[in-house]
């Protein structure tokens, strides 16, 4: 897995216009492009591409592309943005992952903060709490775009109660991605592992209560790893 450059959460200074706000939309142009440019070299070190940067930003991409060669020593890397879920629904830790980048971006998100810093705050957040990140900041950013453009829902695990993130259009999805990864190898009715195999596929049938861990797990994604 490539390494991940590692973020720190925004430390407010006084802008140039002296607020005690975000400025990236000040009517100060001076200030508001001040603002704008930190936060383009902030994205950068935290491994945004250029496109990625223009769009939180609102910055030129001529200026962005100069600002990106300027640190890392070459151009930013060429390639589509993410259009597509199918990444994330391949591993249900990528799942989780996501759930819990949605959940901090609705703790963090304020009205008189810009997209950037939000973005920002919430990987580096993000970065703290987990061991391995499974989501770079691009991945991260596009799971915010799902939500929003309704791609994505926000549901409650039967098991669990716990929120967690589903496409819309699967209605049968009731486990949340924690309760699938801890119930792989454990019965969804009594919570006992399951007899281990020395070769071959788990065990999906309960020795204890003999209940069929398929069945109990309809929401259950067989494909994912």
Known sequence: MKSMNYVTPFVLCTPPCGSDKDCARCEIKPCADATRIHDAVRLIQAGARATLVCQLTDLPKKLVKRIYIMLQGHPSPRGQ???????YLENDLRML??????QLHNR????NRSEAR????VYA???????KPQLDLTRAVFVLS??????WQQRHCQYCGNAFLAPADEKHDIACPGCRLYHRYRCYRCGNAFDAHAMGRPRTVCSHCMDSKVSNANSSKRGRR
Do not use: G, N, S
């Open 125 to 131: 957040v993000y970065q703290c709490i987990v061991d």
């Open 97 to 102: 992952h996501a759930t819990l980048v949605w």
């Open 81 to 87: 943005m993410p259009f597509t879920d199918a990444w």
């Open 146 to 151: 799902l939500m929003a453009m309704d791609l």
């Open 108 to 111: 963090i998100a304020r009205k």
């Open 118 to 121: 939000i973005v920002l705050d």
